[in-house]
């Protein structure tokens, strides 16, 4: 979880870098978002940064060092191009640069980083782990940043997305379908009967009371095992199944009026305003994407 004294963000601290500059930035929803970064002559200090950062050294890096820290070659070594460097919420770290170099830097919220991992390995969000790494050497990782830095470049958003969700699988990848156990949270059948009523009803008000019904627990005791088990409160999963419903209808090619209707929004406009702080575009503007 977040600790209580987090700083802002690695985006935040290189941003008020009299030498580090943004040429390339991406918003990919949800508070997630990707930016390719130049720097020379430096020393940025992170510490105890909000949210998750995965960077990889596109050019140069050479002269990048990490003063002291953990993670693989944390100490003494220096950058690459092809390196890869984790820096997970809450880590503090400080690095020297004394020559040009490029690097992708892929950003998210530990919710998002949470939910993602409780959606796409079917755990507990409370197990997931996510290392720190210095100027790594991990192929399937720098691959996928890799295809997120040219898809930021080019403006893609869709192809952006696909690359960090393979950035995330790489970076989360549980070692065997064995590991830790928690207690808490909802059981797996629990979990699956509300996620099965939420999908059932996406178009129609889906109201608390009836989903903590469903399994059996007070309001207030739902929202919280909920919230460990799925990473996300029961609104902020409702509100992400929508607009993933919505991503299936615009592609196949429902008109925006009728979609927001069928996903459960009030208006086209409350679609718009949902669809965009999800996904980091506008439905129109999705749906140009994937004529494109």
């Known amino acids: 979880m977040p600790p209580r004294s987090a700083s802002p963000s690695v985006f935040a601290a290189l941003s008020a870098s009299p030498t580090a500059r943004a040429t390339h930035r991406l918003d990919l929803g949800a508070g997630r978002s990707a930016t390719i970064w130049r720097n020379t002559r430096d020393e940025v200090s992170y510490e105890h940064p909000e949210g998750h950062t995965l960077s990889l050294y596109l050019t140069g890096g050479e002269g990048t060092r990490r003063l002291g820290g953990r993670g693989a070659g944390a100490r003494g070594a220096s950058g690459r191009a092809g390196a890869v460097c984790i820096l997970p919420q809450g880590h503090s770290s400080r690095w020297a640069i004394s020559d040009p170099f490029e690097f992708a830097h892929l950003y998210v919220p530990d919710r998002e980083l949470r939910r993602f991992f409780a959606e796409t390995f079917e755990r507990d969000a409370r197990l997931m782990s996510l290392p720190e790494a210095t100027f790594a050497d991990t192929p399937r990782l720098a691959g996928a940043l890799t295809r997120l830095a040219l898809a930021v470049r080019a403006g893609e958003a869709l192809a952006a997305e696909a690359a960090m969700g393979e950035a995330l699988v790489a970076a989360l990848a ?9 207690k808490g949270g909802l059981a ?9 009523h939420v999908d059932a009803a996406l178009g129609e008000t889906i109201r608390l ?5 469903l399994a059996g627990l007070s309001p207030f005791h739902f929202q919280r095992m909920f919230r460990e088990t799925f990473g996300l409160s029961p609104h902020a999963f409702t509100r992400r199944r929508r607009v993933e419903r919505a991503r ?10 009728e979609i927001a209707a069928a996903c ?10 949902v669809f965009k702080s999800e996904t980091g575009l506008t439905p129109a503007a999705y749906r140009a994407a994937l004529r494109r």
């Open 174 to 182: 549980p070692e065997g379908a064995g590991g830790p156990s928690v």
């Open 188 to 196: 797996p059948h629990l979990g699956r009967r509300v996620e099965e």
């Open 209 to 213: 009371d009836d989903l903590a019904r």
């Open 248 to 257: 299936a209808l615009l592609r196949a090619g429902e008109p925006v009026a």
């Open 264 to 273: 459960g929004f009030g208006d086209q406009s409350h679609f718009t305003r």
